[in-house]
């Protein structure tokens, strides 16, 4: 990169509202993802165009080991894996009014050097790693979102983005971007990744015995073994119920 970190800043913010302003989430469903490899970085991003639910209009980024993985969980943690945003490494940006982005989360406009008015509406970023709190992306990070974003705008307009289910096809696209992050060279093939294995579901244990014997008592037992969110004052970990082995107990843990 040979231009200031205001310029960096400034661009990507740019970058995110042409992005957003194209409305892929009218064209590909969010499993209809693809993967981007950016310079500097060993593993690609596997990406999700946010948005076609009618909210959270953005770009969704498994950034993780395996990233193909995580963004399954993620694709189908309501079915399947309902704590998998605490299991994954992920990247990305939605879109907000600037009064509604948490104090914390407003340096990257700092470093752009923005005039920016409360009702703005402004691209907000962010980077979560697992059991810890989402935090701003580091310079290294808000480099590699540019070419992910330029990239990505780049093969729309040149008809290179045609992504596939990520649940049912073993090949993904594959946008390799480099050169200028302002305006990158890109290319597009379909690469074969290992396809994730379905997450185990766990069997409830067996009653014990002499239970269908006791008494049945009037009234109604709501039982939920849902995911709590919370948060610890200093700690950046992320706190929340989450479920035991055996169904009888849960807990509040911090992951470390």
Known sequence: MNFSRTRLYRETFNAALEFYSLRLWMIYSSEEAFAVK???RERPYFASVMGEGGEEYGLML???EE???ELERLLTSDEEVP???EQVTFSGFTMTRLEEV???RRKFYKHAQLSLRRESFVPMFLFKEPGR???ELTPEEVESMLYVLRGTIKAHRERLLKPESILEEDKVLTLTVSGDPVNPDVSAN???YAVPTKPTVLSLPQLPPGLERLPRLPGRWLVNFGIMPGEIAGDDRAAFCRRAERPSRIWVEAWR
Do not use: L, Y
């Open 190 to 192: 379909f690469v074969a």
């Open 102 to 104: 948490p104090p914390e």
């Open 133 to 135: 709190q989402p935090r």
């Open 62 to 64: 498994a950034c993780g």
């Open 38 to 40: 950016v310079p500097g």
């Open 67 to 69: 990233p193909r993985q």
């Open 83 to 85: 704590d998998a945003i």
